[in-house]
């Protein structure tokens, strides 16, 4: 059983540069959350998609957009990528129709360098 | 706004030793609670949650939590740590039936052999 897959692991952009992090969810699962956790700080929440829409959003500036296909998987974009942005992205996962459909299940994340 | 604190940043124990981790979180409404734990080089795992019922919630790995409402708490507890429980933890809330979790900022637990 596929946990949450994430892609790439690592990578180093310019500032003022755009990025595509994507996430493959766990096998069943219909929900996708993304989450920045910066150097030394808990998960920040970014949005979620359900049914390829943005269900919620946190307070993350617009230049912080995704998008959910058909098959669950999604993509983050980032935009004009600022120093700050260097983080680790985390995807996660969850399955709406599930006992335990708020109980969330994390990707090993995608590690972002601003230079 | 909801915001979850931790108020230990970094726990050095030996092994055999008990462990308590804080966790306050403010928030008015409803909510379910969780531990998360991220091994070395692993990605954030749940260690154990609670939405309802008994306050005191068991989780893998001997882990333990008690959910004190009165407090707006929910503090981790293991009788006697182990090498292996090395790691970072995290709480985390969300509001009952919104799927947007909270984390504290994490605790890294550092148990000597």
């Known amino acids: 059983d596929a946990g949450v897959t994430q892609s790439p692991t690592h990578l180093i952009k310019t500032r003022g540069q755009q990025v595509t992090l994507r996430c493959s969810p766990k096998?069943?699962?219909?929900?996708v959350s993304w989450y920045q956790q910066a150097l030394g700080q808990g998960p920040q929440f970014i949005f979620q998609y359900y049914e390829e829409e943005e269900r919620q959003r946190g307070n993350f500036p617009d230049r912080f957009s995704g998008h959910q296909f058909p098959n669950y998987s999604s993509e983050l974009n980032v935009n004009a990528l600022l120093l700050g942005d260097s983080a680790l992205y985390l995807c996660a996962s969850s399955y709406t129709g599930a006992l335990d459909w708020d109980t969330i299940y994390f990707g090993e994340g995608s590690w972002l360098t601003v230079v | 706004a909801q915001s979850v604190s931790q108020h230990n940043h970094h726990v050095i124990l030996s092994e055999a030793a008990s462990l308590e981790l804080g966790c306050n979180y403010s928030y008015g409404g409803t909510v379910n609670l969780f531990w998360y734990v991220q091994y070395p080089g692993q990605h954030l795992q749940l260690l154990l949650k609670?939405?309802?019922?008994?306050?005191l919630v068991k989780g893998i790995k001997g882990f333990e939590a008690e959910f004190i409402k009165s407090k707006f708490s929910f503090n981790l507890r293991k009788p006697s740590v182990q090498w292996s429980d090395t790691a970072e933890y995290f709480c985390a809330v969300n509001a009952r039936n919104f799927n947007k979790f909270y984390f504290g900022s994490g605790t890294k637990l550092n148990v000597k052999p």
């Open positions: 096998s069943g699962h219909d929900t």
């Open positions: 609670y939405f309802s019922g008994d306050p």
